[in-house]
């Protein structure tokens, strides 16, 4: 049997729960899910919000879970930590900045 990394299995797990709630925003409607969100309060319609917001926490789950299963099948470097917290710092700024200058014309 081959050992199983312990920092394999937290991005596996870590991803595919990321995923699946990514899933059930975009898939699902569950908007609820998201922080600070309130539809009756907001200027932006819930099908943008699903749209943008459950793509970008799909994209940070299939990533997560791709880094688990490289890390479970070679050794990574302890620099891919900051790489992938960086990478999911830049998605989210990119989603709150998509959602901030989003306007009624726009097409989604």
């Given amino acids: ?4 990394d312990p920092l394999a299995l937290e991005y596996l797990a870590g991803g595919l729960l990321v995923t699946v709630i ?3 925003v975009k ?10 969100y ?5 200027s932006i319609p819930d099908d ?3 749209d943008v917001a459950g793509n970008t926490i799909l994209r940070i789950g299939v990533a997560v ?3 688990g299963a490289v890390a479970s099948v070679t050794e990574l470097p302890a620099s891919v930590g900051l790489l992938v917290g960086a990478a999911i710092v830049v998605a989210v700024l ?7 200058t989003w306007s009624p014309s726009q097409t989604t």
């Fill in 1 to 4: 049997m081959v050992p199983f």
């Fill in 22 to 24: 990514g899933a059930l």
């Fill in 27 to 36: 898939f699902g409607g569950w908007t609820w899910l998201l922080a600070g």
């Fill in 38 to 42: 309130s539809e009756s309060s907001s």
């Fill in 48 to 50: 943008v919000v699903r």
């Fill in 65 to 67: 879970t791709l880094v």
């Fill in 94 to 100: 990119r989603l709150i900045y998509r959602l901030h």
